[in-house]
T-cell receptor, first 116, second 112 residues
Framework: EPEVTQTPSHQVTQMGQEVILRCVPI?????FYWYRQILGQKVEFLVS????????KSEIFDDQFSVERPDGSNFTLKIRSTKLEDSAMYFCASRTPWREGQWEQYFGPGTRLTVT | KQEVTQIPAALSVPEGENLVLNCSFT??????LQWFRQDPGKGLTSLLLIQSSQREQTSGRLNASLDKSSGRSTLYIAASQPGDSATYLCAAFNQAGTALIFGKGTTLSVSS
């Protein structure tokens, strides 16, 4: 069964460093998302991406964050200068184009980011 | 702004019990609602998606209902098993129908 994959599973970085989290969405999906979950807290929406541009972003997704689909398969989240409070589990998700019954978002296993 | 609340926060039951997890949302003009399972330190596994035009959806021992007028959804788990132990998350789509807004989850523990 097709699945969303994410690499790395765990990333440790020092404050101020840039990190890139990578995702390979399900191959026929066209909508892509990033969410994050700080330990013990709710899963929070960061950004949605469609047709090579951001379709929506949350207040969390400030200028330190960027997303890219550099080729036909990868979807990346870059954090330019990490802060301690960026430590969280980051989830990538994807879904098919809308048609009846196809709103379901499929999530990857997550990347745990630890900023020291 | 859509907000999602789940009660109880934690639930412990003996194996074999039928149980109900509750989810409430503030904006009844939702598109769809999705239930997930999360095992400790792991990703999110989609369990059921209920479209706004549906009232319930079933998958195996799971049944999810949606009542938009009252702003509630329930996840019913029949004949619970120790393998059902996990955190169950409810998520409603935002007004634009693009992003999922999550509740904090109900952590279920089923003892054998």
């Amino acid at each position: 069964e097709p699945e969303v994959t994410q690499t790395p599973s765990h990333q440790v970085t020092q404050m101020g460093q840039e990190v890139i989290l990578r995702c390979v969405p399900i191959s026929n999906h066209l909508y892509f998302y990033w969410y994050r979950q700080i330990l013990g807290q709710k899963v929070e929406f960061l950004v949605s991406f469609y047709n090579n541009e951001i379709s929506e972003k949350s207040e969390i997704f400030d200028d330190q964050f960027s997303v890219e689909r550099p080729d036909g398969s990868n979807f990346t989240l870059k954090i330019r200068s990490t802060k301690l409070e960026d430590s969280a589990m980051y989830f990538c998700a994807s879904r098919t184009p809308w048609r009846e019954g196809q709103w379901e978002q499929y999530f990857g296993p997550g990347t745990r980011l630890t900023v020291t | 702004k859509q907000e999602v609340t789940q009660i109880p926060a934690a639930l412990s039951v003996p194996e074999g019990e039928n149980l109900v997890l509750n989810c409430s949302f503030t904006d009844s003009a939702i598109y769809n609602l999705q239930w997930f399972r999360q095992d400790p330190g792991k990703g999110l596994t989609s369990l059921l998606l209920i479209q706004s035009s549906q009232r319930e959806q079933t998958s195996g021992r799971l049944n999810a209902s949606l009542d938009k007028s009252s702003g509630r959804s329930t996840l019913y788990i029949a004949a619970s098993q120790p393998g059902d132990s996990a955190t169950y998350l409810c998520a409603a789509f935002n007004q634009a129908g693009t992003a999922l807004i999550f509740g904090k989850g109900t952590t279920l523990s089923v003892s054998s």
